[in-house]
């Protein structure tokens, strides 16, 4: 009976209206508040308190973001079947990268200890908050971090039942799925990195920093999505379109990370949603860290270095920043993320996709770059 509840549920995974053609975002988030909404009724019925738990994930799931890997996704489809296919098919698709990249940042939010998320309170500690305001036994840390990887694994599962809820052929189904668990292993791979890093500070480099954000961020937010939204047209797809599309997402996605990486440090809390400096508190080797360090003079390494790791206080986050801008190694890395992006576009000048998707993912490549948050 569990197992009808959790896995039998109605499928309405599209939602009611027909999608145009340049709102791929709304028609996404109608086909996760469709699906979420079925999942957590199906939990209530077993529980009370799984449904609480659930509802947990979906505030997660709804409560804003940029939605950039369906949309990557979305025009990479769309830069093979041309402007003519309705979208409703790969809604699913698409819509369960949101549910991967929500586990990834819950996931994400308790190795780093984050305190906010979008402007609101993570997962982790909106448990911890109720476990201390419920007066439960144990730890409200220990349980918030607890309940937060089940989260995580949840929103997992939920991307993979999504993704097989998209009425396509089977063949172009397993083509998607292939290219879904190579970006998935290699997003862990690349958080595994990230994690040791910040274990290691003196092994890494800007060569090995530019090899974790290839594999952390760039490869599940520009080339995979891309490269998945080539498989689900199935047939369609090209040699010479997936060769663009994978210069294209590699330049892109790392563009995007050294953007973040500005953005740890010098970001408004205010539009970013996290606290500023947050990067400097854990002492990431950022590139942007590792370029200071590259660049800076004998006093400038000599301030760098007498941090010995992680910041402890505002104040020191303050006097790294200024530090690290000193160096000249925040105009080097803005200069990598115009040379990236530009190259980018270059990939896409000969590809043979349709025009709006080579106008869209050039739009893209620009406001996923150049953004304040």
Known sequence: MAHDILTGLPRRTAPHQAVRRHDVIGAVEGTLADFL????AGLDGLDPALG???????DLVLAGGKRLRPTFAYWGWRGAVGPAEPAEAVLPALAALELMHA?????????DDSATRRGHPTVHRVFAVQHERAGRRGDPVHFGRSSAVLVGDLLLIWADQLLADAPLAPATLLAARACYDRMRAEAVAGQYLDVLGEAEPQNWSVERALRVARHKTAGYTVRHPLQFGLALAGPAGADATSEAYHRFGVAVGEAFQLRD???????????????AGDDLRTGKPTVLLMLARQLASPAQRAALDRSHGPARDAAEVDRLARVIAATGAVARVEGLIRHRVAEGVAALADAPIHPDARAALTGLAVTATDRPS
């Open 52 to 58: 609480g738990f659930a509802r947990t994930a979906r």
């Open 37 to 40: 909404a079925g999942r957590i």
């Open 103 to 111: 586990f990834a940042l819950v996931h994400d939010d308790v190795m």
């Open 261 to 275: 990486d500005l953005l740890g440090v010098y970001g408004d809390p205010a539009v970013t949603g996290k606290p």
